[in-house]
């Protein structure tokens, strides 16, 4: 699966160009790892170094950097690399974060 669309890619690299320091763009792409824990949210990606920004929900949610093409090395359970989510719409950081809340809450019942 391709993991980036060219759709997505320039937006997410015309976010970088335009950000302001506030960090409040909408995350535009979802990536998980589909054998374990591990999701991002990402909203901005520097062109130069392939490093992105987003919200990263491994056992803590926090926003910072990943670098794309170390993410996209990591080999879960089976072999199974990290996939994008191909339903995932544009949301804001709060609407990623209450969804991951209610999954972690879904886990805990």
């Not at 997505?8 to 824990?37: C, M, R, Y």
């Not at 520097?46 to 090395?73: I, K, M, Q, S, W």
């Amino acid at each position: 699966m391709m993991i980036l669309t060219k759709a997505i890619k320039e937006k997410l690299i015309a976010n970088h160009k335009e950000q302001d320091g506030t960090k409040s763009f909408k995350a535009v792409l979802k990536l998980f790892n589909p054998t374990g824990i591990g999701t991002w949210y990402l909203s901005e990606l520097n062109p130069e170094n392939n490093n992105a920004f987003g919200l990263c929900c491994l056992t803590e949610e926090e926003f910072g950097y990943v670098n794309l093409d170390e993410l996209l090395e990591v080999k879960g359970q089976f072999g199974l690399g990290i996939e994008r989510d191909r339903h995932f719409t544009p949301k804001t950081f709060d609407e990623c974060q209450q969804k991951e809340n209610l999954m972690k809450a879904d886990d805990i019942k």
